[in-house]
């Protein structure tokens, strides 16, 4: 039910997303839905939940393979901060997980969604800063290139790159190695997408 949850709220964000969108999504009742889980905005919180998990779990995975190599974590050398950004770059290819992040920041209107994302941003910085003995300015940048990833995941630039340079070069700059696990993911939201419209 929460994946069929997470392709359903990817697609049309938490306001444009109903409980019968995800019902159909997961091939069941709109009432089951809402006897799962209450409401649309407690479903929703925990997709937001479960996409956070995953990405505090991806950083939290690759700090201890670092941390168990000789040298280890070293804030100051740029292929720590390459890998620590890999490890998320890889999580590009479940592009649902990202826009559900994204969908859960843009959506702090909404008190009890609000409250989770602001909490969700602090455990983060809290992460990349306790992990990595980062100043607050290095996790201030990697956080930003992170979320400059979301954006162009949420306007579908990898799929258009190449339909402007200036778009084309921010994405090859910004996505690196896995520009093609973007394009993949990406566009497998637009085909679900277009035959849940269809």
């Given at each position: ?6 392709r359903?709220f ?7 997303t ?5 019902a ?9 839905v ?8 407690e479903l929703f919180r925990e997709?937001?939940?479960?996409a ?6 991806a950083f939290?995975?690759?700090?201890d393979?670092?941390a168990a190599e000789?040298?280890?974590?070293d ?5 720590f901060?390459?890998?620590?950004g890999?490890?998320?770059g890889?999580?590009?290819s479940d592009?649902?997980?990202l ?15 609000g409250?989770?994302a602001?909490?969700a ?8 800063r306790t ?7 290095e ?8 979320m ?11 799929e ?7 778009l084309?070069e921010?994405?090859e ?9 973007a394009i993949?993911?990406?566009a497998?939201?637009?085909n679900a ?6």
């Amino acid at each position: 039910m929460l994946a069929a949850a997470s392709r359903a709220f990817a697609r049309g964000g938490y306001a444009g997303t109903s409980t019968d969108a995800v019902a159909k999504e997961a091939g069941v009742s709109q009432p089951y839905v809402v006897r799962m889980f209450g409401s649309k905005a407690e479903l929703f919180r925990e997709v937001f939940a479960r996409a956070l998990t995953s990405i505090v779990a991806a950083f939290d995975e690759e700090l201890d393979r670092i941390a168990a190599e000789p040298g280890g974590i070293d804030p100051q050398s740029e292929d720590f901060w390459s890998r620590l950004g890999a490890s998320y770059g890889e999580l590009i290819s479940d592009g649902d997980l990202l826009l559900v992040m994204m969908h859960g920041f843009s959506a702090g209107g909404t008190p009890e969604i609000g409250a989770q994302a602001r909490a969700a941003m602090s455990e983060i910085y809290t992460q990349i800063r306790t992990r990595t003995g980062c100043t607050p300015e290095e996790a201030r940048e990697f956080i930003a290139k992170g979320m400059l990833l979301n954006v162009l995941l949420a306007m579908q630039a990898p799929e258009h790159f190449d339909e402007d340079p200036a778009l084309a070069e921010l994405s090859e700059c910004a996505f690196g190695q896995t520009l093609d696990a973007a394009i993949s993911g990406s566009a497998a939201i637009m085909n679900a997408a277009a035959a849940a419209r269809g």
